[in-house]
């Protein structure tokens, strides 16, 4: 008995639409898996969009923290807990203040504009390697830059957590460095040593979601090579040997 042929559009798999920018960061939050496959296949250069939302929010923040909290209140506070600020006489203490109320805006509005821009670029080279290296991945540097921008979409939700907290908190209880207090840092005593701050802010909700959705990733683009434990196993091998070493360093100029 002959077969009666299936419609060229009912035989033919139709491929998913490819997702813009907004589809991606939306994926990543609420259906990470689909997201970064479709990442992965189609890496391109849309994955510029988080970092420069990042970048705004995190302007933002600076911008209203100095009208909220202002930068002479923050220098004070790291002057109070600074041991070698001690050491100095009243007069020049007054004027090392002055100094860096003017330098800390500045430097504060320079470090936010370049981090979602060079810190990204780095952890992609060094998580490619360490995943081509480990497990034979073959992945590209396009492709794990992809992976690594839209992993950073848990950041933009802390942003505007933070944002959120600037206007409803009382502006003496706020620190700009545990704005959201999601890492081990914001609870520690103020005379906790160097290395164990360094080693607390290191232990971040935020930062784990992130190394989750990068395995997530990784897994996606390299399947054959790549399964999420073993992805994820790779990405806290290599997040550990950092905290190590930053935490090291902190004790060591403490």
Excluded at 30 to 53: K, Q, S
Excluded at 147 to 153: L, N, P, T
Aim: aromatic share 12%; charged share 15%; with cysteine.
């Amino acid at each position: 008995m002959a077969t009666t042929p299936l419609p060229e559009s009912q035989a033919t798999t139709i491929a998913p639409a490819p997702m813009g920018a907004i589809g991606r960061i939306t994926g990543v939050l609420f259906n990470p898996r689909p997201a970064f496959e479709d990442i992965a296949a189609r890496p391109g250069w849309n994955w510029i969009v988080p970092l420069f939302v990042m970048c705004i929010l995190s302007l933002a923040v600076v911008a209203i923290f100095g009208q909220r909290v202002g930068w002479r209140t923050f220098m004070e506070r790291q002057f109070a807990n600074n041991p070698r600020i001690e050491q100095l006489t009243p007069d020049q203490r007054d004027r090392a203040l002055e100094r860096a109320v003017k330098i800390a805006p500045i430097f504060a509005y320079v470090e936010v504009v370049l981090i979602p821009f060079v810190i990204p670029v780095i952890i992609a080279a060094v998580l490619l390697g360490a995943m081509n290296l480990m497990a034979g991945a073959r992945i590209q540097f396009k492709t794990s830059m992809a992976i690594i921008a839209y992993s950073w979409v848990p950041f933009l939700v802390s942003g505007l957590i933070g944002i959120l907290l600037l206007f409803i908190k009382p502006p003496d209880t706020i620190e700009l460095e545990h704005l959201v207090a999601s890492n081990v840092a914001a609870f520690l005593p103020d005379d906790a040593p160097k290395w164990l701050e360094s080693l607390g802010m290191s232990i971040d909700l935020f930062s784990f979601w992130v190394f989750t959705l990068q395995a997530i990733g990784f897994a996606a683009a390299s399947p054959k090579k790549l399964s999420f434990g073993k992805a994820l196993a790779i990405i806290f091998l290599v997040w550990a040997i950092w905290v190590l070493f930053k935490s090291g360093l902190a004790g060591a100029f403490s």
